[in-house]
């Protein structure tokens, strides 16, 4: 079965520290990778998308993607208060699995201010 | 911004009960979704429709479910018969495209159901 595979947390960082997310993916296939925040009782927010090995920058937000180890992570630089919130690893993995992304558990952040 | 929007937010129905969910996707998106989330637990795909018709559908996605686009922008999910199982949130998402940068997910706010 392919999975997707993130530490539930909850992860607790103090305000303006940097939070690290990791997710594992067991398709070695799979070419395209989300991650998503999740607020209590709301839907998934498109945080970050990467496709390539390396580094995706956006403001505070750092994707890393490592096709080799199946590995990403998201970064989260000078953590708010209002980051406070479940985040979503997704992988397409393409294929046979077809254009569904297949979600971790999700890992709870918590930023204390 | 575009956004999915769902209806009903919350819907209470008894069990064997049938419900419909809605959804407009976004306008330029073909692509669509149903994915659901039990309390507490991960996001799970239900169903993959493009061009008029199921691309893919998962084991949950049974002889109790079926989707339509009957008018071109609604996207409904029917349960047929709920079951206490079926209590979830359902998210309907679309995507514009396949290629890198199109295949991004947008969900809508989600219709919770709750089974009695």
């Known amino acids: 079965q392919k999975e997707v595979e993130q530490n539930s947390g909850p992860l607790s960082v103090p305000e303006g520290a940097i939070a690290s997310l990791n997710c594992t993916y067991s398709?070695?296939?799979?070419?395209?990778f989300f991650w998503y925040r999740q607020y209590s009782g709301k839907s998934p927010e498109l945080i970050m998308s990467i496709y390539s090995n390396g580094d995706k920058e956006d403001g505070r937000f750092t994707a890393q993607l490592n096709k080799a180890s199946q590995y990403v992570s998201l970064l989260i630089r000078d953590s708010q208060p209002s980051d406070s919130a479940t985040y979503l690893c997704a992988v397409n993995m393409g294929g046979s699995s077809g254009d569904k992304l297949t979600f971790g558990t999700g890992t709870r952040l918590a930023v204390r201010p | 911004e575009p956004e999915v929007t769902q209806t009903p937010s919350h819907q209470v129905t008894q069990m064997g009960q049938e419900v419909i969910l809605r959804c407009v996707p976004i306008?330029?998106?073909?692509?669509f979704y149903w994915y659901r989330q039990i309390l507490g637990q991960k996001v799970e795909f239900l169903v993959s429709f493009y061009n008029n018709e199921i691309s893919e559908k998962s084991e949950i996605f049974d002889d109790q479910f079926s989707v339509e686009r009957p008018d071109g922008s609604n996207f409904t999910l029917k349960i047929r018969s709920t079951k206490l199982e079926d209590s979830a949130m359902y998210f309907c998402a679309s995507q514009q495209g396949r290629t890198t940068g199109a295949n991004v997910l947008t969900f809508g706010a989600g219709s919770r159901l709750t089974v009695l």
């Open positions: 306008s330029n998106h073909l692509y």
């Open positions: 398709d070695r296939v799979s070419q395209s």
